[in-house]
DNA sequence: GGATGTGAATGCATTCACAGCA
DNA sequence: TGCTGTGAATGCATTCACATCC
């Protein structure tokens, strides 16, 4: 089974899927049925099953998914099982929360450096990290096994950085700048504009 | 012509426009062609003509759109050019990150007060902002015209806190909280999972 | 000529509906 | 009986292709 051939809005629901899992099992809850999962995240429970039955048969007709079973399949699928480095750019106030996001670690995200352009700041503490130059970026992920970065900084400098980064050798870059970014698309690029969020949710989206 | 009738995928990229029009504003750019902005936003020509033909005939043949035009145009159907007054409960990093964010400011949202149940936290400072107790949240918004509250607290209060702004009369919830939320119909409710972002950047998305 | 605006065609995800199995 | 798994039907957004107009 390709990961291609699967619908791209069936992967993006794996991860609300998995969340939702995990809180589950937190519950001590056994077994759900696509119904009881599907009402837990607004969905239907067609959806539900349609979309776990690209990856094979992992329920029980009658009784429904059994929750362990279900959290480790989609684990597996989704690789996450192993933990990734990632270097964010820009210490400002962002740069630095996310640097010190508890979430991240466990889910097997480890900010392993932060980087700012401003001269001034190197040498700053973010929490246990300490803000480097953005000019030994480069060397650093030559000596590290790095595939992700974030971007925090401001708009103007975005486009840069993100040219910068992928010249590094960056193949994933999540961004948090409120411009829209180019990459080569052989990079991974996701956007999380803070105040289009605001937007789309205050004209009822 | 009725919000309801056009596509939601629509609806939502007209903020990726109206981003990319400011931009091109910014850089004297008078006019644009469907094809030019479709590049710029990595869609097609086909796409940004139609999106636009749901609001009407806003562009000129042989020409392309003009861009102060347009521009304008879409600040007016999503109602932009009004100022709204935002709340965010959770005063950890995150919080304080949004707290002081300055984009929300320059897209119209003014963050006007954050609260945290943690009573040790009262007083601090959060950039301009004083920490304030949650239990003066009810009281404080039956002052205020407020109906948007962004939600930056722990996974395990994330629920209860929505069922709080809910009931003190929010309709716009913006829940950073990595677990999934439920909210009355009546209530936008929209959630940004950051380390979820990363999990689907990751994968591939 | 050049780019918009738009019906028609296409492609795809969701929903339906039910056979099949515990 | 209860719930899954799945082909078929539906619904909808995207893409195509071209008539239309500056």
Chains 1, 2 share one sequence.
């Not at 991860?15 to 939702?20: E, G, P």
């Not at 684990?75 to 990632?86: A, C, E, F, G, Y």
């Not at 097997?108 to 401003?118: P, R, T």
Request: with cysteine; proline share 2%; hydrophobic share 40%.
């Amino acid at each position: 089974m390709n990961i291609d051939d699967i619908p791209r809005p069936t992967v993006k629901r794996l991860s609300l899927y998995l969340r939702q899992l995990k809180q589950l099992q937190k519950d001590r809850v056994k077994t759900i049925s696509s119904r009881e999962l599907a009402r837990l995240l607004d969905t239907s429970d067609a959806q539900v099953r349609k979309d776990f039955a690209y990856f094979g048969a992992f329920g029980k007709r009658g009784v429904g998914y059994h929750v362990d079973e279900l959290t480790w399949n989609i684990s597996d699928i989704m690789q996450l099982n192993i933990t990734r480095k990632v270097i964010i750019i820009g210490a400002g106030a962002l740069g630095c929360a996310l640097a010190n996001y508890k979430e991240f670690k466990n889910k097997g995200f480890i900010i392993s450096a932060i980087f700012d352009s401003d001269q001034s700041k190197e040498g700053l503490q973010c929490g246990k990290l300490r803000v480097e130059n953005i000019k030994n970026m480069r060397k650093y992920l030559k000596s590290e096994e790095i595939s992700i970065a974030i971007i925090a900084v401001p708009a103007g400098s975005a486009q840069d950085v993100a040219d910068a980064v992928v010249e590094a050798g960056i193949k994933h870059v999540l961004s948090f700048s409120p411009v829209s970014i180019n990459v080569p698309g052989t990079v991974q690029l996701r956007s999380v504009d803070l105040s289009l969020e605001l937007e789309q949710l205050s004209f009822g989206m």
